[in-house]
């Protein structure tokens, strides 16, 4: 593996973009890297190795021959930023999540990529910690039975600001820094691993911030074409924590910290032995790497960065999660956000080739 990659956005999530790069080895670095923040720039220059720095991605596109390309930037520049990626020859990009501010953007982006025969990978790195392989295969086993129901939470308390404090990018409308796109997209994301249909109908609860505009709390369900029902929740008011509990006919699986895992993953497993009594099963997984520095959420980023690589070098044909399915969970949590301003339960109208194309990957067992 010998592959050159540029990054877009020098902020705090690039490091760990950059800290998998270097722990990874094997040839594969950020040869160039572009920030509107010239400072920034050269600091990622400086800290991974990179040949080159810009003040302007377009110029970095233009000039640097770059295997892949990795957006870190905000989710409101995404739709601009791929389009331009792709029209500047990019053929394969990894995208910091939420993919799009809404359903309709995501098909723009789909068309396009699709049409140029472009990559486009969203970046959910939790997906490659091993605990949630081995969450699939309990959820799986024959014991558990079927699916009825998932439940996804991801809080973190950010109070409404006084005026005192500079806001960050999570506050901002104009960055799409509001609740749904920097966390409501992960309860959303693993709701429908487990789902594993296309969404029909969402309803929702949000309060919007006064003093912003954002949508700071987020609280819907979501009703699946299988019957399966997925009940979602995220907010700035809340203390920060993350769960997800898969229900099944026979089997309860909850699993904590699923989107920052901190080092080993536990799941925790209940059986029913009969009415009111329950028996306990804890599932111990450990993490792909040893927790080397004050950033373990970063841990998953390192399996996430190898197994897009290996896509760029034709190694493997994908890194999920697919576009198609980026795209899928974008039209469901634009409708949440809709259910939760227009208070009322709203149907998730997804164009009728994205619909194909999501059940033509899920026959080839690729979804």
Same mark, same amino acid.
């Given at each position: 593996?010998?592959?050159?990659?540029?990054?877009?956005?020098?902020?705090?999530?690039?490091?760990?973009?950059?800290?998998?790069?270097?722990?990874?080895?094997?040839?594969?670095?950020?040869?160039?890297?572009?920030?509107?923040?010239?400072?920034?720039?050269?600091?990622?220059?400086?800290?991974?190795?990179?040949?080159?720095?810009?003040?302007?991605?377009?110029?970095?596109?233009?000039?640097?021959?770059?295997?892949?390309?990795?957006?870190?930037?905000?989710?409101?520049?995404?739709?601009?930023?791929?389009?331009?990626?792709?029209?500047?020859?990019?053929?394969?990009?990894?995208?910091?999540?939420?993919?799009?501010?809404?359903?309709?953007?995501?098909?723009?982006?789909?068309?396009?990529?699709?049409?140029?025969?472009?990559?486009?990978?969203?970046?959910?790195?939790?997906?490659?910690?091993?605990? $949630?392989?081995? %969450?699939?295969?309990?959820?799986?086993? #024959?014991?558990?039975? &079927? +699916?009825? @129901?998932?439940?996804?939470?991801?809080?973190?308390?950010?109070?409404?600001?006084?005026?005192?404090?500079?806001?960050?990018?999570?506050?901002?409308?104009?960055?799409?820094?509001?609740?749904?796109?920097?966390?409501?997209?992960?309860?959303?994301?693993?709701?429908?691993?487990?789902?594993?249909?296309?969404?029909?109908?969402?309803?929702?609860?949000?309060?919007?911030?006064?003093?912003?505009?954002?949508?700071?709390?987020?609280?819907?369900?979501?009703?699946?074409?299988?019957?399966?029902?997925?009940?979602?929740?995220?907010?700035?008011?809340?203390?920060?924590?993350?769960?997800?509990?898969?229900?099944?006919?026979?089997?309860?699986?909850?699993?904590?910290?699923?989107?920052?895992?901190?080092?080993?993953?536990?799941?925790?497993? $209940?059986?029913? %032995?009969?009415?009111?009594?329950?028996? #306990?099963?804890?599932? &111990? +997984?450990? @993490?792909?790497?040893?927790?080397?520095?004050?950033?373990?959420?970063?841990?998953?980023?390192?399996?996430?960065?190898?197994?897009?690589?290996?896509?760029?070098?034709?190694?493997?044909?994908?890194?999920?999660?697919?576009?198609?399915?980026?795209?899928?969970?974008?039209?469901?949590?634009?409708?949440?956000?809709?259910?939760?301003?227009?208070?009322?339960?709203?149907?998730?109208?997804?164009?009728?080739?994205?619909?194909?194309?999501?059940?033509?990957?899920?026959?080839?067992?690729?979804?």
């Amino acid at each position: 593996m010998d592959l050159r990659l540029g990054i877009v956005g020098c902020g705090r999530i690039s490091h760990a973009h950059g800290i998998a790069a270097q722990r990874i080895g094997k040839g594969l670095r950020f040869s160039a890297c572009a920030d509107v923040n010239e400072d920034a720039a050269r600091s990622f220059a400086t800290s991974y190795g990179s040949n080159s720095f810009f003040t302007d991605y377009k110029e970095m596109l233009k000039k640097e021959q770059l295997d892949a390309v990795v957006f870190a930037t905000w989710p409101a520049q995404h739709r601009e930023q791929l389009e331009t990626a792709i029209k500047s020859g990019a053929r394969f990009i990894l995208c910091e999540k939420a993919l799009a501010l809404t359903g309709e953007e995501a098909v723009e982006i789909y068309d396009l990529a699709k049409k140029a025969g472009v990559t486009i990978v969203e970046g959910f790195m939790y997906t490659h910690h091993p605990v $949630i392989a081995r %969450l699939d295969e309990l959820v799986k086993r #024959e014991v558990s039975g &079927t +699916v009825d @129901s998932v439940r996804a939470s991801f809080h973190m308390y950010l109070p409404e600001p006084d005026g005192s404090q500079q806001l960050t990018w999570r506050q901002r409308k104009e960055t799409g820094g509001s609740v749904p796109y920097d966390r409501t997209c992960y309860p959303v994301n693993i709701c429908a691993r487990y789902a594993h249909a296309l969404p029909v109908k969402v309803a929702a609860t949000a309060t919007v911030s006064e003093k912003l505009g954002t949508v700071t709390r987020l609280y819907g369900e979501v009703t699946y074409e299988n019957g399966r029902v997925a009940l979602i929740e995220s907010s700035n008011g809340a203390v920060f924590g993350q769960e997800v509990q898969v229900t099944c006919s026979n089997r309860i699986y909850r699993l904590a910290t699923p989107f920052t895992m901190p080092g080993d993953g536990t799941i925790v497993e $209940i059986e029913a %032995l009969k009415f009111s009594h329950i028996c #306990e099963h804890v599932h &111990t +997984v450990k @993490s792909p790497l040893p927790v080397q520095d004050d950033l373990p959420s970063f841990l998953a980023y390192g399996p996430q960065l190898e197994n897009f690589a290996k896509a760029v070098s034709g190694e493997a044909k994908n890194s999920r999660p697919l576009l198609v399915e980026s795209v899928v969970n974008s039209f469901t949590l634009d409708g949440l956000v809709r259910a939760g301003l227009e208070e009322r339960v709203v149907k998730i109208e997804i164009p009728e080739h994205i619909k194909k194309d999501w059940r033509e990957a899920k026959e080839a067992g690729r979804v």
